[in-house]
């Protein structure tokens, strides 16, 4: 009888707690993420992902409710929280890429908690700090990875009486 | 106004169109919040309400239908309506206007609901 095991991840976990110590003599604590991810459907196709720290995720949802919130009870509005900020952000930056007069279509956020799922080959990662926090935005599919590299028009130079002449 | 009536299946999304409602001085109001379509149009034919803040996409009934189904009943003729969404449809957005209705796109914020209660108030519900 065999059963499925995540050793990518128990790899990389051992390797870097014990690199770090012995190399650094610091001690490294594997970081629990909770994560947001919403479908590009149209125009362009592709994902959007949102990670943040389980503990930035309990703050700001004790913070925006203003409650004391508790790891086992409060997972559902966790992942609410986490949900609606991946919507969000998803929705804004679709707004900025696509033409004002286009239409484009998300799908609704799916969470989860560990290991992101990735689906669509290479991906673009930007890290942000909130507060002493690291969280993450990924950017999957190819016709989203290529406005990273898109043409766009110059803007025009400064009159010629710009400096005073 | 006295009763505004939010409906959006994120319970978060809803804290935070309470939380701006609040930064705007609307402390006084009573806020009523619901999770899809048919619970608001339960709650708008149980009780009167002055403002309808609505999420786009919810389950059992979205807010385009919503908006629809109030938009064709007389009773809620004076009601104002308030669309928040975070997909852009231009298409969908023209229509919602000639219902009357003011469009955020998220995320909500005081300034951008101050706006749209603003221009809501130029007009006399959906009917006007």
Request: hydrophobic letters at 40%.
């Amino acid at each position: 009888m065999e059963k499925k095991a995540n050793i990518l991840s128990n790899a990389v976990t051992k390797a870097v707690v014990e690199s770090l110590e012995n190399m650094v003599f610091m001690a490294v604590v594997p970081m629990r993420l909770i994560w947001g991810k919403v479908q590009i459907l149209t125009p362009y196709r592709g994902a959007i992902t949102v990670a943040f720290p389980e503990k930035l995720v309990y703050s700001i949802t004790g913070d925006l409710h203003s409650q004391d919130v508790n790891s086992e009870t409060n997972k559902a509005l966790f992942m609410d929280t986490v949900a609606e900020m991946t919507n969000t952000i998803a929705g804004r930056v679709m707004s900025m890429i696509v033409p004002e007069d286009e239409e484009y279509e998300i799908s609704l956020p799916k969470t989860g908690m560990g290991d992101i799922e990735y689906e669509q080959g290479s991906c673009y990662i930007q890290h942000f700090e909130i507060e002493g926090s690291m969280y993450a935005v990924m950017v999957e599919g190819s016709d989203l990875l290529a406005f990273r590299h898109k043409n766009v028009p110059e803007p025009p130079p400064p009159p010629a009486d710009a400096w005073g002449a | 106004m006295n009763r505004i009536l939010v409906a959006d299946d994120s319970g978060t999304a809803r804290m935070f169109t309470r939380r701006c409602l609040e930064v705007l001085g609307y402390k006084e109001v009573e806020v009523v919040e619901v999770a899809n379509g048919v619970d608001a149009l339960s709650e708008l034919n149980r009780q009167p309400f002055d403002l309808l803040i609505t999420d786009i996409t919810m389950p059992l009934m979205d807010g385009m239908e919503l908006v629809k189904t109030v938009a064709g009943e007389a009773q809620f003729k004076e009601l104002k309506m308030i669309v928040v969404s975070s997909a852009g449809n231009p298409a969908r957005e023209h229509e919602l206007a000639e219902y009357g209705v003011q469009i955020i796109a998220k995320p909500i914020s005081p300034a951008k609901l101050s706006k749209a209660l603003q221009a809501n108030q130029q007009t006399d519900g959906w009917g006007g």
